[in-house]
T-cell receptor, first 113, second 113 residues
Framework: NAGVTQTPKFQVLKTGQSMTLQCAQD?????MYWYRQDPGMGLRLIYY???????DKGEVPNGYNVSRLNKREFSLRLESAAPSQTSVYFC????????????FGPGTRLTVL | GESVGLHLPTLSVQEGDNSIINCAYS??????FIWYKQESGKGPQFIID?????DKRQGQRVTVLLNKTVKHLSLQIAATQPGDSAVYFC????????????FGTGTRLQVTL
């Protein structure tokens, strides 16, 4: 039981490049989330998916898109990366959108030059 | 993955002593509060939660206190151990849903031998 897994662990992009961060969970959770974490700031919600087939914006969705590929997988795409998107990205999952206990992956450190 | 960066408030505690980590929350409409622990290189991990109709909740070696009058939350760790060294975040459901948690900036706990 791996929990929440994220790939890649590290990534360096040039401004304007695109990439997709992958997330998968094996806990049969219904809800999944993408956060970013910046120095001196708490985790901020980018997008979430309450259940398979639905996605909703969080606090900081601009510059990102998401896909809930199936119940297990939730990807985050940066279409045209900007230096302001340099951050650590965490994926999380929970039993339902009403569950407060979220289980987090190990994170992806992204640097945009 | 990485924990939050450079300018966190830090609490240094000797092994065996009790630790108290404080958090001021912002939204008086929040009715659910959670504490997360983030070890270096890992994603956040749920510790304990409390609803607004309670003022105290105990777990294993941890106690959360809630003072709604002054919008203050604290996490008490008894007999602090080296494994407790981490960054601790409080979170609130300011938007009224579990899907949209607002996280604090975190406090780094350093346990000295």
């Amino acid at each position: 039981n791996a929990g929440v897994t994220q790939t890649p662990k590290f990534q360096v992009l040039k401004t304007g490049q695109s990439m997709t961060l992958q997330c998968a969970q094996d806990m049969n959770h219904n809800s999944m989330y993408w956060y970013r974490q910046d120095p001196g700031m708490g985790l901020r919600l980018i997008y979430y998916s309450a259940s398979e087939g639905t996605t909703d914006k969080g606090e900081v969705p601009n510059g990102y898109n998401v896909s809930r590929l199936n119940k297990r997988e939730f990807s985050l795409r940066l279409e045209s990366a900007a230096p302001s998107q340099t951050s650590v990205y965490f994926c999380a999952s929970s039993w339902t959108s009403g569950s407060y206990e979220q289980f987090f992956g190990p994170g992806t450190r992204l640097t945009v030059l | 993955g990485e924990s939050v960066g450079l300018h966190l408030p830090t609490l240094s505690v000797q092994e065996g002593d009790n630790s108290i980590i404080n958090c001021a929350y912002s939204n008086s409409a929040s009715d659910y509060f959670i504490w997360y622990k983030q070890e270096s290189g890992k994603g956040p991990q749920f510790i304990i939660d409390i609803r607004s109709n309670m003022d105290k909740r105990q777990g294993q070696r941890v106690t959360v206190l809630l003072n709604k009058t002054v919008k203050h939350l604290s996490l008490q760790i008894a007999a602090t151990q080296p494994g407790d060294s981490a960054v601790y975040f409080c979170a609130e459901n300011g938007a009224g849903t579990a899907s949209k948690l607002t996280f604090g900036t975190g406090t780094r706990l350093q346990v000295t031998l």
